[in-house]
């Protein structure tokens, strides 16, 4: 693997940090958006991530001079001129990422390898825009990408080896821990397994079997893990939850009554309420300090 230079494509929420970590790790990154207001929020968001990475790594200066290691454009070619690798980080709505593809396809230059961080598309439903299929490959990083530092590389059918080998490589060199899905699975690894998790807890909850605590307590005892369903909902946001209920029971016209009741639910009882997790200070839980941290909470 021989990349130096990456263009991430998407500032927002993910793409921002993917930039920070990159050229945190010594890399040229260009980062490219759509629009100049994007540009700036971008440029304020790492800002902050430098305040982040310089207070978890105990090193400022080395956030400061990843700070020295980007550029920003509007123009698509202008930003991929040199890349050896694109990471894409925009919208999850197929029509802005066929676009995207067919542009990047036709302005990059040949050497680049191109990675979408789609959270639910998968990669074969664009390699053929991308006019490079066997350059293409799925790259996914977690929210908070410098402490959760799984990144799950997913081929689909037409991905050169050579091209998962590289990435695989490319994204320990970012420190990252490196997870090779062999074949495409949407949600990847970690999804397969969240998703039903959070489900079975939240249906519990909607058919009245019993309460929030009463289901994290009984997982948490149990297994000795840290957090229980409730706690990671809040985690993750009760929005996306309540999105989640809506695809599942929109993809499956028989929806059960328990999606119905369970969907009705999160917005009148929490979205409705303002209570949308962790991000507004309640959700299943109130914070900073949330029931499930207290001592007590696993011996009552
Ligand atoms: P976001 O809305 O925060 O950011 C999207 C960015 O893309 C914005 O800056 C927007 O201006 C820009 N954009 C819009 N259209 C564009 C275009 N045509 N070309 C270039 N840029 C464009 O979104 P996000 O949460 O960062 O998610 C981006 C991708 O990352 C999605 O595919 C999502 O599934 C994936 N992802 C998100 C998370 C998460 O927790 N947010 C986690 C893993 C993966």
């Keep these: 693997m021989n990349y130096k230079n990456i263009t991430v494509a998407g500032s927002g929420v993910l793409g921002s940090q993917i930039a920070f970590q990159t050229a945190f790790h010594g890399y040229n990154v260009s980062i490219y958006d759509i629009h ?3 540009i700036t929020k971008a440029q304020k968001s790492l800002a902050k991530l430098k305040g982040v990475y310089g207070n978890y790594f105990k090193d400022e200066q080395r956030a400061e001079e990843a700070m020295t ?30 676009k995207f593809y067919k542009q990047l396809g036709k302005v990059a230059p040949a050497k680049s390898v191109f990675a979408t961080n789609s959270s639910t598309l ?17 790259l996914h990083f977690a929210n908070q990408i410098w402490a959760k530092n799984t990144a799950e590389v997913m081929d689909h059918p037409g991905t050169a080896e050579h091209i998962t080998l590289e990435l695989l490589d490319f994204a320990k060199s970012i420190g990252m821990v490196p997870l090779h899905i062999k074949k495409e699975q949407p949600g990847y690894i970690l999804n397969s397994l969240l998703v039903p998790f959070l489900s079975a807890g939240q249906n519990l909850f909607a058919n009245d079997v019993a309460e929030p605590e009463t289901i994290d307590k009984t997982w948490m005892i149990a297994t000795g893990a840290p957090m229980g369903p409730f706690g990671i909902l809040d985690v993750v946001g009760i929005q996306t939850a ?4 809506l695809m599942q029971a929109s993809a499956n016209p028989d929806a059960t009554n328990s999606q119905k009741k369970l969907a009705e639910l999160l917005k009148t009882e929490f979205i409705d309420k303002g209570k949308m997790g962790v991000a507004t200070g309640e959700g ?4 900073p300090n949330p029931a499930y941290l207290e001592p007590e909470f696993l011996k009552a």
């Design 69 to 98: 290691r980007f550029t920003f454009s509007t123009d698509l070619a202008e930003a991929v001129k040199d890349a050896d690798l694109v990471i894409e980080a925009i919208p999850e709505v197929v029509e802005i990422k066929t």
């Design 122 to 138: 998968l990669p074969s439903q664009f390699a053929e825009y991308t006019g490079r299929p066997e350059k293409f490959i799925a």
């Design 242 to 245: 309540y999105n989640i209920v």
């Design 36 to 38: 100049d207001e994007a």
């Design 284 to 287: 299943f839980y109130k914070y």
